[in-house]
Each structure stands twice: as structure tokens, then as C-alpha cells.
């Protein structure tokens, strides 16, 4: 079993949707989480990190559930811009463990 | 621009022959990351340095594969005899400029493509 799993879409929305990611983890010892962003044939760059309570930045919003171990990205009011593989992302020790992304296509 | 610049872009080579990247990391920072991406897959952990001293090596990383870090600043990961599997995108980080340790936040080069013919 991977210790990230995600669903490697590819997800179509159009735009001003709203899409939702999940991921879930084989370690549950695991503390730190985030959500990565990378753009075709580009590096991955750090999207936001995602704590126990819930946080928004805009228009993403990242959850946790600890007891089941799943971790969420939700977008609202899909841009664009927003296309890309987005990266669920567990912090190891001293290295950070990727899923394998789930593809978001917005179209117009 | 993350401040992590790696070398070469891009390589073609014919299997079985050795290939070397380089990766100058932000400066002065301690730590460095060697990981390794093919197509639809996230990036996976190979190697890190802590200095020159290189700390964890996966399992991904074979013996054909060797990673130096000589003065603590830029690195290099060699590949001998090269394999039509080892195609990817090798992919070098930094943590965070100004933490020691690695909170979260890695960033990446644009990495050095890799077709093995």
C-alpha cells in the first residue's frame, strides 16, 4: 500500500466550479501535512499546509480527519488558472512523501 | 525563481552509459533533497545531505545510483549504466531558507530531465 494515495483524476470542471480532492495516509503517526501544486512540466511549489482545525486561504479550503487518516482540498470558484496536479503531501521523517497528484483541467 | 538551480535541464543518453547531475541548492543551506518524478507520479523521496553528510537513501536508490554532496554546498547524483527505466525528472530542494531542519516547505529546481534511450 502507498503511504499517499490520491485519486489521479483527471478532473474537467468548468470554470466557477467547485472540486474536491481527497487523499489518505498509511501512517498514522504522521503530523504535518500539506497540499502541493504543480504546473505542467514544472516543479512542484508549496500550495498550503493543512492543520488539525481546518484551514481557508481564498478560495481552498484543507481539512483533516486524523481518525480516518484522510486529508481534503476543496476549490471554489474554479479559475483557469487553477489547472494543474495538485500534490497531497505527508512530512516523513525529514523528508516530505508525495501522492501521485490529482489532475484538475478548468475549462471555459 | 526558488534559488535552486540544477544542471542539465535536459539529457538524452544511450543505455548503459553514466550520467551526472548537478544541483547548487539555495546558499548555505544545510540541507538538500534528491528526489525522483516520472510521468503521472508524485515526486518520490531518493536521498538527502545534511552538509556533506548524506543522511537517508531510499531503497529506490540502487547501487548504479550514487549521490556526494564534497564541501557541503552543491551536489551531484550520478547514474551508472543507465537504464530505459531510470527516465524521469530528477528533481533537487531545499528546505526553507533560514530553517534548519525540514518543516514543510521544500523548494524544488526545475530539475533535470532524463530519456534513456
Known amino acids: 500500500r502507498k503511504e499517499v494515495e490520491q485519486d489521479p483524476g483527471p478532473f474537467n470542471v468548468p470554470e466557477g466550479a467547485t472540486v474536491a480532492f481527497n487523499c489518505t495516509y498509511s501512517?498514522?503517526?504522521?503530523?504535518?501535512f500539506f497540499w502541493y501544486r504543480q504546473d505542467c512540466r514544472k516543479e512542484p511549489k508549496l500550495l498550503m499546509s493543512?492543520?488539525?482545525s481546518g484551514n481557508e486561504d481564498g478560495r481552498f479550503t484543507a481539512q483533516l480527519n486524523r481518525a480516518s487518516q484522510y486529508i481534503s482540498l476543496l476549490i471554489r470558484d474554479s479559475k483557469l488558472s487553477d489547472s494543474a496536479t495538485y500534490l497531497c503531501?505527508?512530512?516523513?521523517?525529514?523528508?516530505?512523501?508525495f501522492g501521485t497528484g490529482t489532475r484538475l483541467q478548468v475549462f471555459p | 525563481d526558488t534559488g535552486v538551480s540544477q544542471d542539465p535541464r535536459h539529457k538524452i543518453t544511450k543505455r548503459g552509459q553514466n550520467v551526472t547531475f548537478r544541483c547548487d541548492p539555495i546558499?548555505?543551506?544545510?540541507?538538500l533533497y534528491w528526489y525522483r518524478q516520472t510521468l503521472g507520479q508524485g515526486p518520490e523521496f531518493l536521498t538527502y545531505?545534511?552538509?556533506?553528510?548524506?543522511?537517508?537513501k531510499s531503497r529506490l536508490l540502487s547501487d548504479r545510483f550514487s549521490a556526494e554532496r564534497p564541501k557541503g554546498s552543491f551536489s551531484t547524483l550520478e547514474i551508472q549504466r543507465t537504464e530505459q527505466g531510470d527516465s524521469a525528472m530528477y528533481l533537487c530542494?531545499?528546505?526553507?531558507?533560514?530553517?534548519?531542519?525540514?518543516?514543510?516547505?521544500?523548494?524544488f529546481g526545475e530539475g533535470s530531465r532524463l530519456t534513456v534511450l
Open positions: 545531505f545534511q552538509n556533506e553528510a548524506q543522511l537517508e
Open positions: 493543512v492543520y488539525s
Open positions: 501512517n498514522s503517526a504522521s503530523q504535518s
Open positions: 530542494a531545499s528546505p526553507r531558507p533560514g530553517q534548519e531542519y525540514l518543516a514543510g516547505e521544500l523548494f
Open positions: 546558499s548555505e543551506h544545510n540541507r
Open positions: 503531501v505527508v512530512r516523513g521523517t525529514d523528508k516530505l512523501i
